[in-house]
Structure formats: structure tokens, C-alpha cells
């Protein structure tokens, strides 16, 4: 058990932590051992080897028929990381009730003023043990008046109380070999894995109305709980001789080497496993208007091990980099099909077309992302306007939610996230639904929330990025809403010659890079030589070239912590060319577009302002008008040229490429970057 949890816990170090810890059952279900530490898994493990030198109970072999274990890697949201702090939580200091959570509880203030008030005590300043706590109180006044008071009813009387988003497990000494896992907002799926080869292919939904209780005396109390089950379409096998393991996970990457074989829990789902049966519960607020799936369907994860191992390469950023030829390639596989007889490209995303109408009809498209994402947004914003004809506007999520901004039924709302699981960008999606606009949803992660949650989508079929800076992920985002307009555009005559072209560029693209990924490798490595000691860095561009300016300079402060900043080119007169002196580092983007004049007018006024320090521009091979800047202060870096709407592309490797080698020669963490967490889920 402990071997298994701690793979587990590995394969999710990618999302980010700073803490972590395991609950296993030690001489018996209801003697729960809980180990916990700061920092790295491979510390919680060396923790694990000491407590195992000196607790007789983990010293003796013991084999039991049913057991529980949690784990949790936490990421801070309520007080800093320390052994109080990390999960799993416990009611008090027998560990009646354990709990692993992610997610943010919004009235935990209230809660634990109450809780207080009735004299409970708390280690951590963590909201998930006001959870916890919680839950010891609700059994304590329950279970005087229902004496058989079943754990997953006690969950919902505990869910009624909470407010925020959650993915919950727990387990309980009152509940040996028992476990009760649910979510609302946050991520978790299911595995299941049947050493007899007997499979479920689904499982039946069971209905509990938040308004089913009754009240004594102001404290809450569950009638009791009686639901019929069909042994056949719960999961309760009817011999009782289940043989195998059900598996839960924020990520699916963390089971995926013990099952392949997944449901996704929905908002409000309760899942209960006891004696090796699994019974689904949906517990909601009004049965008649709420719609749900009935069931809960098994799916095959497509997981293949070599996706998330290093190979040969040192970090899974370097490693990420590099795949891109391959990634690119994935995104574009079955899409984009050349006639051999007539050299004609077409493009077929069977993702969108059940919705095509409708968002061919749209007033305004509005592309609502975070980070990385929302860069790949405006990366492509002007093809798509281009293509379409119709406006398009791009929305950081977290502001999108702020302001509330008016939508309506002609509006399409795309959604584009690596995960499929960012918090900020789930909200928007809701807000959209709201408003019964059209929504697409754009991920990598089959599965996910907002893969389940839109009308349609493209699955960018990138393969699995484990390094917490997007790399491969943020490049095959761009190439599928490029190939979005271009779907959107298929009957246009007037734009097939523009069409034909970025699809020819598209298709050579993969081939373009895998030739020039070394070269530009060596010149970035010699550039972060140059970089290592600057405390800033200046990125400037326009047109296509501005969201690359904001997507280097973000890769460049989440890895190597060095401030630096992305400025429209058009923008350098307005107040940003204060800043230039001999000391600060100025990278430029000038491509081949139409922007080229202007781009190369800011340029000399930064030169006009500099006698010395690091200039570089960053164009396509061979340009004759950038050429004649080499040796003159400015060192170029050289990448091959594509469709303009397209160079983004292939310009954001060296800054890839130049914030890894930063990272690495200043020491730290490219795969892990402090503070920062791989799927922004709270």
C-alpha cells in the first residue's frame, strides 16, 4: 500500500508542492498510521523509512483483506508549508476522521469561528481541517439519535455546511476499511482495477437531494439512510468477492500505471467504496431541475509510460522543448490532409462540427484563458479575425470573471487550457453556460472539466507535459486555433489562397524545427551565459510577434526568477524607453510581416539610446535587413521562416530554450519553480 501510494505521489510532483503526506492502516483499519513532511516526496519517503525503524506496527507483516490509504502533495493556500500544515488532516488526536483535499473552502473563516465557539481545538491553519473537525462534530450530535448513521451520509451532512470548491477523500476508524470521496470544482477520477478480469463498463447513479434532512434543536440531523440499490447497476458485486482496487486521483497520470480503466467524477458526486463495493451517489440541491448523467461511464485512459520519463534528456522542460516536432505533428494528425493529385490541403476538425453552424453565425468570439493560454489566444486572435470576418476579443479568465461582462446566445466563448482543470477559466465556462453561449472548449487532457463541460472542442493530442512551464502544450495550442479558423473558414472562396498557404506552412512546420532545434540551442546556451547576472530583461515586438514578447517573458520569470517584461514595440515611446540604458538586456522580435517598418523603427530607437550590454533580435534566417545588424552590438538569433501567422511558432523556442539554460545555470528547479503549481485548480 504505502509502495503504491508513493509512485502515486510522484507521478503528480509535476503539478508543484511543498508538502506532503500518507495514511495507511496499521495493525488494523481502525489504527490509521499518518506521516507527513515538507518538501520533496523523496523526503516524505526517507520520513517513512524512519517511522518504519521504530513503530512495531509497521514492522510486523500483516495482511488484511480490505485496506484504505490516502496520500496528498499540498500546495499553500492557508498558512505556510509545515508538517502541521500538510494533509492528510486529522479530527483530533486519535485520527477518527482523516481527509486529503484540494481546493479552497470560501466560508472556512465562519466555520472555524463556530467550531471555536464549541471549544474545538486546531493544530494547522489550514481550511481542510476545519473540514475535518467538522465532521467530528456532525458525527458526535448524529449518532446520539442514529446510531447506525452511514459514512457517506455523515460526507453529505458535512458538504451541506461548505462553501468553495473541493475534491475530498476520507477515511475513518468509526468507518474501518472504509472510504468516501467526493467533489465539487475540483478534479477527481476513478480507477478501478479487477485482478478477475471482470471489468464494469458503468456505474449507476443514485440521487440525494440536499433538502433531505431535518433539524433538533438548530443542529442538523440525517434521517435514516435507506436507499434500495440494484447490486447490478451500483457496483455492489452480489457474491461480495470483489478482487482488486479502486483507485482515486486528482490526475489520472498518478494511476495510470495500476489501471487504464477510469470514470470521471461529476459536481456533487459521492463516491462510497466498503467491503469492496462501490456505490455512486449524486448529492444536489433540487432533483427535478438538475441535470445529470444517470451513470457514470468506464473509459480507457490513453496512457503510455514513456510520456512522462525523462529519457535521456536531464529535465522534462529540455525534454518537452525538444518534443515539439512530435507534438505538433499529434495536433496536426488526421486534421490537415494533402490531395496528392491536386496539391490541395484540407482541413477536418470533426471535434466542432456539430456546432459549426452556430458559430459560423456568431456575433463575436471570445477566447477566455490563463498564463501560457491565454498568450496562445492572442497569438492567434488576428488569423482568426482574418479568416472569419467576425471580431474576436481575448479575456484573461480571472478578470472575465471580475467584471461580468454582458454575453449572449449569438456569442461563442472558447476556452483553451491546458489542463482542461484551471479554476479561473472553469468559472468563466459557467458564467458562459449561463448565458447559453456557444462554448468550445480547447485542452490536452481528455477527460477533463472543461473537455466535459463545452459543447465542443479540439483536443490538442499533445502527449503529457510534466514540467510546471508550458513549452509543447502552449506551441500545439496555437496550431489548433489556427486550425480552428481555418475550419471556420473551409467555404470561403476569397480566402483560399491565404488558407492554402498556412495550411502548406503548417504541414512543413514540425520538419522546420527538428532541423534547427540544436543550432538555436547552441546560441541560446552562449546567450544565457551573457543574461546570467541581469536582474531585468526587455522583450519587445509587434503584430504576431507581441504575444511571443509576453510568452518569452513569462517562460523567462517562472524558471529563472528573473524579472522580465514583454512591451508592444508600439508602446516603447509611451513611457518604457526610461528604462533603456547600457545595463538593460533587450531582446527584439523582428519578422517578416507587415509590421516590419515599424519594428524596425523602435528598434533604432533603442540602439539610438545604448553604446553597449546585450542586444538581441530575434528574426528568420537569412533577412537581409536584419543582417546588417550583426556585429554592430546586436547578436542575432535565427530561426527559419514560416507563414506570418504562424512565426510565433517557431519564435518562441529560443526563449524557451534561453529560460531553461538561465534556470539551470543559476541552480534551480526548472521542473518544479517555486510557488507555482503545474494545473491551477484553486
Known amino acids: 500500500m504505502i509502495d503504491v501510494l508513493l509512485t502515486g505521489l510522484h507521478r503528480l510532483e509535476y503539478r508543484g508542492y511543498d508538502s506532503a503526506g500518507i495514511a495507511v492502516d496499521g495493525a488494523g483499519p481502525d489504527d490509521p498510521i499518518v506521516i507527513k513532511e515538507v518538501g520533496s516526496i523523496s523526503k516524505l519517503e526517507n520520513r517513512v523509512k524512519e517511522v518504519a525503524s521504530c513503530d512495531n506496527r509497521m514492522k510486523e507483516d500483516v495482511h488484511f483483506n480490505d485496506s484504505v490509504g490516502i496520500a496528498h502533495t499540498r500546495w499553500a493556500t492557508h498558512g505556510p508549508p509545515s508538517r502541521e500544515n500538510s494533509h492528510p488532516h486529522s479530527s483530533g488526536p486519535e485520527d477518527n476522521f482523516l481527509v486529503v483535499h484540494n481546493g479552497i473552502i470560501t466560508n472556512n473563516t465562519v466555520l472555524r469561528d463556530m467550531l471555536t465557539g464549541y471549544g474545538v481545538k486546531f493544530k494547522s491553519q489550514t481550511d481542510s481541517e476545519t473540514v475535518v473537525k467538522l465532521m467530528q462534530f456532525l458525527y458526535d450530535q448524529l449518532i446520539q439519535s442514529i446510531p447506525d448513521l452511514p459514512f457517506p451520509r455523515l460526507v453529505m451532512e458535512v458538504l451541506r455546511q461548505l462553501e468553495g470548491a473541493y475534491a475530498f477523500v476520507f477515511r475513518s476508524r468509526m468507518y474501518p476499511n472504509e472510504l468516501v470521496a467526493c467533489r465539487l470544482g475540483s478534479p477527481l477520477v476513478v480507477g478501478t482495477k479487477d485482478y478477475r478480469g471482470t ?152 471535434g466542432v462540427k456539430s456546432r459549426l453552424r452556430d458559430i459560423l453565425s456568431s456575433s463575436r468570439i471570445i477566447f477566455v484563458a490563463c498564463g501560457s493560454s491565454y498568450h496562445a489566444c492572442l497569438a492567434a486572435r488576428q488569423v482568426v479575425e482574418e479568416l472569419t470576418d467576425v471580431p474576436v476579443s481575448v479575456e484573461l479568465a480571472s478578470d472575465f470573471n471580475d467584471r461580468r461582462c454582458p454575453l449572449f446566445r449569438s456569442d461563442t466563448c472558447v476556452f483553451v487550457s491546458q489542463s482542461g482543470e484551471t479554476k479561473d477559466t472553469l468559472e468563466s465556462l459557467s458564467y458562459a453556460k449561463g448565458a447559453d453561449a456557444v462554448t468550445v472548449g480547447v485542452v490536452n487532457v481528455v477527460g477533463s472539466e472543461i473537455s466535459r463541460q463545452t459543447s465542443c472542442g479540439i483536443h490538442l493530442n499533445a502527449g503529457s507535459e510534466i514540467g510546471v512551464a508550458s513549452t509543447k502544450a502552449y506551441t500545439s495550442q496555437i496550431v489548433a486555433l489556427v486550425m480552428f479558423a481555418l475550419q471556420l473558414s473551409h467555404d470561403r472562396c476569397s480566402k483560399d489562397v491565404r488558407r492554402q498557404e498556412i495550411l502548406a506552412a503548417l504541414h512543413e512546420m514540425p520538419y522546420q524545427i527538428e532541423s534547427s532545434i540544436k543550432r538555436i540551442d547552441e546560441v541560446t546556451l552562449g546567450l544565457a551565459k551573457s543574461l546570467e547576472q541581469s536582474a531585468s530583461i526587455l522583450l519587445s515586438g509587434r503584430g504576431f510577434q507581441f504575444a511571443t514578447c509576453l510568452e518569452g517573458a513569462l517562460k523567462i520569470k517562472e524558471v529563472s526568477y528573473t524579472h522580465t517584461e514583454g512591451i508592444h514595440s508600439g508602446e516603447l515611446k509611451h513611457g518604457p524607453l526610461a528604462l533603456i540604458d547600457d545595463d538593460m538586456p533587450v531582446i527584439f522580435f523582428a519578422a517578416s510581416d507587415n509590421t516590419r517598418d515599424r519594428v524596425k523603427s523602435a528598434l533604432e530607437q533603442v540602439l539610438a539610446r545604448r553604446s553597449s550590454g546585450v542586444f538581441v533580435i530575434v528574426c528568420t534566417e537569412d533577412d537581409p535587413d536584419m543582417v546588417k545588424y550583426r556585429g554592430t552590438m546586436c547578436e542575432l538569433v535565427e530561426v527559419p521562416k514560416t507563414a506570418d501567422c504562424l512565426q510565433s511558432i517557431i519564435s518562441i523556442l529560443p526563449m524557451q530554450l534561453l529560460s531553461y539554460h538561465l534556470a539551470v545555470r543559476r541552480g534551480h528547479n526548472v521542473d518544479q519553480p517555486r510557488h507555482l503549481a503545474k494545473s491551477v485548480t484553486v
Open 199 to 350: 471489468e464494469r463498463d458503468v456505474f449507476k447513479v443514485n440521487k440525494i437531494s440536499q433538502n433531505d434532512k431535518v433539524s433538533n434543536g438548530g443542529t442538523p440531523v440525517t434521517p435514516q439512510f435507506s436507499i434500495v440499490l440494484d447490486k447490478q447497476e451500483t457496483g455492489i458485486h452480489p457474491d461480495g468477492g470483489f478482487k482488486g482496487e479502486y483507485l482515486f486521483s486528482s490526475d489520472a497520470g498518478a494511476i495510470g500505471e495500476r489501471t487504464d480503466k477510469v470514470f470521471y467524477m461529476e459536481d456533487n458526486d459521492v463516491v462510497h467504496v466498503r467491503r469492496g463495493n462501490l456505490e455512486v451517489f449524486n448529492f444536489h440541491a433540487a432533483l427535478d431541475d438538475h441535470v445529470f448523467s444517470d451513470n457514470r461511464i468506464i473509459s480507457t485512459l490513453p496512457f503510455e509510460l514513456e510520456t512522462i520519463m525523462r529519457g535521456s534528456f536531464d529535465h522534462y522542460m529540455l525534454k518537452e522543448i525538444y518534443e515539439q516536432p512530435e507534438s505538433l505533428t499529434s495536433t496536426m494528425r488526421g486534421r490537415i490532409k494533402k490531395d496528392e493529385s491536386t496539391g490541395r490541403y484540407e482541413i477536418h476538425l470533426g
